[in-house]
């Protein structure tokens, strides 16, 4: 069993920096984010290898975002950073057998999400 509670969430203006935090317990497994915005499917952020020897980001992220474990802290990382109003969502971490998994299906395991609002 996997348990994970995201924070870090909040209100931040367009250009500005956030990070979430992912804190984990029970097996150490590639750890994903994920957003959902009011009104659309929910989308693949990044995600991070069970060492965090290796990371995967969706297009619109990359350059801006980066993702991060401590596994001794059993706690995983998302710096964002450049937020536009279209980050805006809320965000959640999952927990997936698969290395680097990039499809919400390929995931087990899901935090209750935090609200990420960026104002323009």
């Known amino acids: 069993q996997v348990q994970l509670v995201e924070s870090g969430g909040g209100l931040v203006q367009a250009g500005g920096s956030l990070r979430l935090s992912c804190a984990t317990s029970g097996r150490t497994l590639t750890i994903g984010w994920f957003r959902q915005a009011p009104g659309k499917e929910r989308e693949f952020v990044a995600a991070i290898n069970w060492s965090g020897s290796s990371t995967n980001y969706a297009d619109s992220v990359k350059g801006r975002f980066t993702t991060s474990r401590d596994n001794a802290k059993k706690t995983v990382h998302l710096q964002m950073n450049s937020l536009k109003p279209e980050d805006t969502a809320v965000y959640s971490c999952?927990?997936?057998?698969?290395?680097?998994?990039?499809?919400?299906?390929?995931?087990?395991?899901w935090g209750q999400g935090t609200q990420v609002t960026v104002s323009s």
């Open positions: 999952a927990a997936s057998w698969r290395t680097l998994a990039a499809h919400d299906y390929e995931y087990v395991y």
